[in-house]
């Protein structure tokens, strides 16, 4: 069966340039090639667009187009079709970047042989072909991988809870006496089943990161809460090591604008490593502080006085599954995998995270994490509604239980779909609903700022009621409900006056009359 001539797309502006690649063509014989020749950078992203391409030979000076945007834009409108780029510059860095932006092979005008062009491209269509290939490959095994992980990982837990259940059931003493001896390799089970269960859940938490289904939840998170925490649960372990752990933080520390529960595991990865490798009598401290290059963002710090780690390691560490190789530390290892959890964790909630260190001379893992600002979640509205006088109204939302106490897991479970109630029944565009922030109590308090005047906020408050009245989920979970509204009052931006004063004012007003609805809640419920 006589082979399909191969379709090239030439984009050349130069007659000449395009008659002599088209004679190098016609010498390779009849059926052998397809040229077709543009002119123009968007006529040949037409051209692609429409498919039937198998190779592009390039100029790099176009009318309409210049330098790597070419490359550029014939990879975007093409992807799967080889590049091949044609210049009359001699440039080594120009054709290193043509072949990071997807170029196949770099040929200079006037040093193309004639037999050596068709070569050039058969070359470049099955080098393609091969990285393609490659690349499914890669992604097929990297599925597998993760999906295999994740279903070894689950189906470990069961039988790993049990050991844990039962172990502690001898250590106890509920099954009967044990002796000295037996409690002691008891312990050693219970030890080992704790690092087993650590090592599985950091398998799922990377699975979830690889598949995309890492939950982050920015909201108002106190930043002391989530330091006085990770040190309260892991004094217990520097004291068992005799290391002296310990937190110094400036007062007050603002909120950031964070997942608390990913703060807090963040926080314990990285202490959790400094116990690690300190030694008996060293010190581990978390300290926290505004960043001084950008108050925007708050840098939390954990130093060691540990054994270190050489310069050269302080980037690789938080690649996945890399492990310093350090003989001394054989005892300590685990899959590799806390720190680029680390690195996700912190880079998805809009912070940078880094190790700086001096080898024998201790380490500090700091990392950062935007400070929570009410003034710029409101600002957007306040901007479009830009006028001397602004009314506000802020409506309260609550969501209780009939038994007295809302538990974490229904606050988890009901939240979202409450959020999505609440921001149907919003107004228009400049009504603002905003995050969690921070403890409500016995109840979960949901606030929105409405730029809106009285009628405005009491409308909004009678149609978030016949939403959650009509809900049949708030009757199953035996949840109650109720929504008020308080108009601030109109604030008024005075002459001369600048934006982000009359923003701050605003703020500053929204602000305390959130703290009296948190507070006039607490002394209803008695805490």
């Not at 807090?264 to 009598?281: G, S």
């Not at 905003?434 to 405005?456: H, R, T, W, Y």
């Not at 009621?465 to 601030?488: C, F, M, N, P, V």
């Amino acid at each position: 069966m006589k082979e399909k001539p191969l379709q090239v797309l030439l984009v050349e502006d130069n007659a000449g340039d395009a008659r002599l690649l088209r004679e190098m063509f016609r010498a390779e014989g009849p059926g052998s090639f397809e040229l077709t020749h543009l002119a123009r950078m968007s006529e040949a992203v037409a051209h692609l667009v429409r498919g039937g391409v198998d190779v592009i030979l390039l100029d790099m000076g176009l009318p309409d187009a210049h330098g790597l945007d070419t490359v550029r834009l014939a990879h975007a409108a093409a992807p799967d079709v080889p590049i091949i780029v044609i210049t009359g510059l001699d440039d080594e860095s120009l054709a290193a970047g043509a072949m990071k932006e997807g170029a196949q092979d770099y040929l200079i005008k006037g040093q193309i042989e004639n037999r050596g062009l068709p070569r050039a491209l058969r070359h470049a269509i099955e080098r393609h072909r091969m990285h393609s290939e490659t690349d499914l490959i890669r992604t097929n095994q990297l599925q597998f991988k993760d999906e295999f992980l994740s279903h070894v990982s689950h189906e470990l837990r069961s039988p790993l809870t049990a050991i844990y259940q039962f172990v502690t059931l001898l250590v106890d003493g509920l099954a009967g006496e044990v002796n000295i001896e037996q409690h002691e390799y008891l312990g050693i089970v219970l030890s080992n089943v704790k690092q087993l269960q650590s090592m599985i859940n950091d398998l799922l938490e990377v699975t979830s990161i690889q598949a995309g289904k890492l939950m982050i939840e920015p909201q108002r998170t106190s930043s002391s809460e989530a330091i006085t925490y990770t040190v309260d649960t892991l004094q217990g372990a520097a004291i068992a090591k005799g290391i002296t752990l310990s937190f110094d933080i400036e007062k007050p520390l603002p909120s950031v604008w964070a997942d608390p529960t990913r703060v807090r595991q963040i926080l314990i990865i990285l202490v959790d490593n400094a116990l690690k490798f300190t030694p008996e009598n060293g010190e581990v401290k978390v300290k926290a502080h505004i960043l001084e290059k950008d108050p925007s963002f708050l840098v939390f710090e954990i130093s060691d006085s540990g054994c270190g780690i050489s310069p050269d390691m302080t980037e690789r560490i938080f690649e996945r599954l890399y492990q310093a190789s350090d003989p001394a530390s054989a005892g300590r290892q685990g899959l590799g995998l806390g720190l680029y959890i680390c690195k996700e964790l912190v880079a998805r909630q809009g912070g940078k995270i880094w190790a700086t260190s001096v080898a024998g001379n201790g380490s500090v893992f700091s990392f950062t994490l935007p400070v929570f600002s009410l003034s710029s979640l409101i600002a957007p509205a306040l901007r479009k509604d830009d006028r001397a006088e602004s009314p506000v109204t802020l409506i309260v939302t609550e969501i209780g239980s009939k038994t007295g106490w809302l538990s974490e897991n229904v606050r988890t479970e009901h939240s979202h779909w409450v959020r999505d109630v609440l921001r149907h029944c919003l107004h228009s565009e400049l009504d603002v609903l905003l995050p969690k922030m921070g403890q409500s109590g016995a109840a979960e308090l949901f606030f929105i700022v409405a730029i809106a005047d009285v009628i405005g906020g009491k409308a909004i408050t009678k149609r978030i009621q016949e939403k959650l009245d009509a809900s049949e989920d708030i009757r199953k979970a035996g949840l109650t409900h109720s929504t008020s509204y308080r108009s601030i009052a109109t604030i008024k931006r005075s002459a001369g006056q600048s934006r982000d004063e009359f923003l701050e004012m605003v703020t500053n007003q929204i602000q305390e009359s959130m703290n009296e609805e948190i507070s006039s809640r607490m002394v209803v419920n008695g805490q």
